[in-house]
């Protein structure tokens, strides 16, 4: 049986780190942030698109394409991922408009989640793997997905960080000990080049989306999440060797089509 996908499981991200904003606040929640060593690791001086984020180089916003999902996608992200351009979590908010992104902090969970949490108008569900046994009576399959969306809004909540951090979420927020737990079960292997992952059955946090997405039965939001993390993950990976990419790409070019 293939090991369960998780989010972002990388060996190799310090690199990617980047200084917070001047004011001290988070980017999400405008809370604010605890002090950080100065950044000067790789990639802290390259030139980067304000709308995108990724070097002028190979800016990815001509790409950019929207879709819709009846499936709503909310990420709960460790507070050093923002400041990582790898990050993979951000793609999902730019196909798919109502994605949120909260900052965890462990001691002041984000109100407005905790608000979400309680509306009926959702039924969330954390991904998570099922691989120990005590929360087993809380696992539940795509099935569950499928069968609410005619009620309620299913809403997949994905824990955007290393793998060590997702746990870390996952274990210390009560606010999600009553939710039901989704696994990502599939044979798919990871295409992200960014990070080096432990295992190449461990997926980012894009891959985890599209592929759940696709599962659900929301074929056309995945493929558009796909095509627009492959064109993100070439982009950056050629930028890094200071490489213009000139003619688009396959994914690029579907994501052009789209557009128009």
Not at 65 to 78: N, P
Request: net charge negative; proline share 10%; charged share 25%.
């Amino acid at each position: 049986m293939s090991p369960t996908p998780q989010l972002d499981n990388s060996t190799s991200d310090h690199a990617d780190r980047e200084e917070p904003n001047s004011s001290g606040r988070d980017p999400v929640t405008d809370h604010p942030c605890p002090p950080r060593r100065e950044f000067k690791a790789r990639g802290a001086f390259v030139t980067r698109c304000e709308g995108c984020n990724l070097p002028e180089l190979n800016c990815l916003c001509p790409y950019q394409s929207m879709a819709e999902s009846r499936v709503q996608v909310w990420l709960i992200t460790h507070p050093i991922e923002h400041y990582k351009p790898t990050n993979t979590g951000r793609l999902i908010k730019d196909v798919l408009a109502p994605t949120r992104v909260f900052t965890w902090y462990r001691t002041t969970p984000d109100p407005e989640l905790l608000g979400l949490l309680a509306d009926p108008r959702y039924a969330p569900f954390v991904v998570f793997p099922d691989d120990q046994p005590d929360y087993v009576h809380r696992v539940v399959t795509i099935d569950a997905v499928r069968e609410v969306a005619s009620e309620r809004i299913p809403v997949l909540i994905l824990l955007d960080g290393t793998w060590r951090q997702a746990r870390r979420i996952f274990r210390k927020s009560p606010y999600l000990d009553t939710l039901p737990v989704l696994p990502l079960h599939t044979e798919r292997l990871t295409r992200y080049r960014l990070r080096k992952p432990a295992s190449e059955s461990h997926l980012c946090t894009a891959e985890v989306a599209a592929e759940l997405l696709r599962q659900a039965g929301e074929g056309e939001a995945a493929n558009t999440l796909d095509d627009y993390f492959d064109a993100f993950n070439e982009s950056y990976a050629a930028s890094r060797g200071y490489e213009r990419i000139d003619e688009p790409t396959p994914a690029m070019q579907r994501l052009l089509a789209r557009r128009a």
